[in-house]
């Protein structure tokens, strides 16, 4: 299995590399993502999904991200999957013995579809890397994974989804210490009919080439993408690293809400449909024997 130690440190550097985002969880804190909670109820659409904020938490937040440039726009798909993992706090790590064959397989027929990666909408994983990925002064320690969707409404008869895939390597600095993310950003867009999967191929082809200044993406591309295809796959261990609980909520003294984050990550072991498949084919070998 991912080695806890290793998983445990991951986790704690996102942690860290959360807190030292300048003003972020100033803006997300407990009492602001209630309120979108309680918001969400009363319009026809969605401003959160679990904890993640799919808007801004004020109107005056919500008039400055509808002026945004490309570039700021993305900055908003970063910063809401990273808060969204901040309030559930998912790790996934493998069992040891799947990991030869997942990091084997061969990915080239494989199609994601848009209901596949809707899963991860409030349900973003951090990916710790078995060893870091050593590049120029920094390690590559691993990557959250997200998703960020939303419906945009035009006239009474058309509407078009907004999709966003989201990688979130994270990094740390060998002379510093000091831990930060490198956002990737990859367009899910269509329109709500008819919908079409994506080769799975063609999206790390896409990353790769797009994002080839991103530190390291050569290095990690392929644990990195193997992992991922196992997250897309609807096995019962994923069913369950996806399944993560609400979270939680408090109340102050003037009886105001106000999201929690959860004191501990929530380590999920990942592989058990390898290891059951491989153990059925020992068991008919012995069988037939």
Known sequence: MTERKIAKTVASEVVTAITGIKGLLKTYDGQAMAHLCEADELVPFNMIVGGQPLTPPTHEGRLALSKQDEKGLEKFYAESVLVGWWYTRTVAVFYDDVLPELLGSDLKDLYVSYEQLLRFLGSPVLIPFEEPYEICEADVLGC??????????????????????????????????????????????????PDSPMKFSKLIEDTVKNWKSTPGIELYQHELFSKIAYLLTETPDVNRCLSARPPKMSYTRKDRAVMVPPDTPTFRHLGEEIRKCRLDTVSCLSTVN
């Open 144 to 193: 959250v994974f997200g998703f960020y969707s939303i419906e945009e409404f035009f006239f009474e008869d058309k509407k078009l989804r907004y999709s966003e895939i989201m990688l979130l390597p994270l990094l740390r600095d060998r002379s510093s210490g000091k831990s930060y993310f490198s956002p990737i950003t990859l367009d899910y867009q269509m329109n709500i009919q």
